[in-house]
């Protein structure tokens, strides 16, 4: 059985986990700035509430899944936001389609900003990060059974848009 995990031990392990919880927040938010402020609220309430997770299951997990919370607990209170100018581009869908050079990596990005909010978030869990089926089910929430349905969906839109881009081979 493991010891439990201190504050710093959670300070300097959501260090390693910022490029990935910022990736799993845009997902989320659609919006770099918005995903931002939700990482960094996440990291506040993780430290904060370091002594509920038991170091049993990934620290990842249980982040990605305070995430998700936060995100949907803040989704009551907020109000729609003004557009941004336009000369600010801070959505994540509209500044994907504004890269003038497309690399390997930049159209991953752009194919996954183009896909719908969860389907997006099932895709970047399982088949970006490695999680199982039921480790996703529980950072997002739903059955085991929805998560494969919705991958499933997942890859035939990601096919669907790979359709839609010219490689480079």
């Known amino acids: ?49 370091s002594q509920q997770w038991n170091g049993e299951r990934r620290l990842e997990s249980w982040v990605y899944t305070l995430a998700r919370h936060l995100w949907n607990d803040e989704g009551r209170k907020r109000r729609p936001r ?14 994907a389609r504004e890269r003038a050079t497309v690399t390997d990596t930049d159209l991953v990005h752009r194919m996954l900003a183009e896909m719908p909010e969860n389907l997006a978030s099932i895709f970047l869990l399982t088949v970006v990060e490695g999680h199982s089926y039921e480790q996703t089910a529980e950072i997002m929430g739903i059955p085991a059974i929805g998560v494969s349905a ?20």
Request: charged content about 25%; hydrophobic content about 45%.
């Open 1 to 49: 059985m493991r010891q439990p995990v201190t504050t710093i031990d959670i300070r300097r392990d959501l260090v390693g986990l910022l490029p990935r919880l910022r990736r799993f927040a845009m997902t989320l938010t659609g919006d770099v700035a918005a995903a931002d402020e939700l990482v960094q609220s996440v990291c506040q309430r993780a430290v904060a509430k």
């Open 82 to 95: 003004p557009a941004a100018p336009k000369g600010n581009v801070t959505d994540i869908h509209e500044a």
């Open 150 to 169: 919705q991958l499933a969906a997942a890859r035939l839109h990601f096919a669907s848009l790979a359709d839609d881009f010219h490689h480079r081979y």
